[in-house]
């Protein structure tokens, strides 16, 4: 098993910028693939990106393509998110996932680990 907390929420504006962290407690979390997800109100939760066991292989959505980069430090069990040239629609409640099945994932059925999430907000 294996815990998940996001942090590094906030409201931005828009333009601005702001740093996801998910600290994973318990099983080392190296050995899982990780990914970030976000809901909006009112909408279904969408996938935002990806990143493997290994960090050699990324994927992103094409609403984030280019202004967002996930990675992660093994060492420290942390994944993170920057996120860049901010919009009005990123405004989301952002988990992070982990799955211990697959190298690496791309869709939410996949994950079976979830953090609590945290809320991010862009002001126009």
């Known amino acids: 098993q294996v815990q998940l907390v996001e942090s590094g929420g906030g409201l931005v504006q828009a333009g601005g910028s702001l740093r996801l962290s998910c600290a994973a407690s318990?099983?080392?979390?190296?050995?899982?693939?990780m990914g970030w997800f976000r809901q909006a109100p009112g909408k279904e939760r969408e996938w935002v990106a990806s990143?493997?066991?290994?960090?050699?292989?990324?994927s992103y959505a094409d609403s984030v393509k280019g202004r967002f980069t996930i990675s992660r430090d093994n060492a420290k069990n942390t994944l993170f998110l920057e996120m860049n040239r901010l919009k009005p629609e990123d405004t989301a409640v952002y988990y992070c996932?982990?799955?211990?099945?697959?190298?690496?994932?791309?869709?939410?059925?996949?994950?079976?680990?979830w953090g609590q999430g945290t809320q991010v907000t862009v002001s126009s």
């Open positions: 996932a982990a799955s211990s099945r697959y190298t690496y994932a791309l869709f939410a059925p996949l994950y079976d680990h």
């Open positions: 318990g099983r080392t979390s190296s050995g899982y693939a």
């Open positions: 990143i493997s066991r290994s960090t050699s292989v990324t």
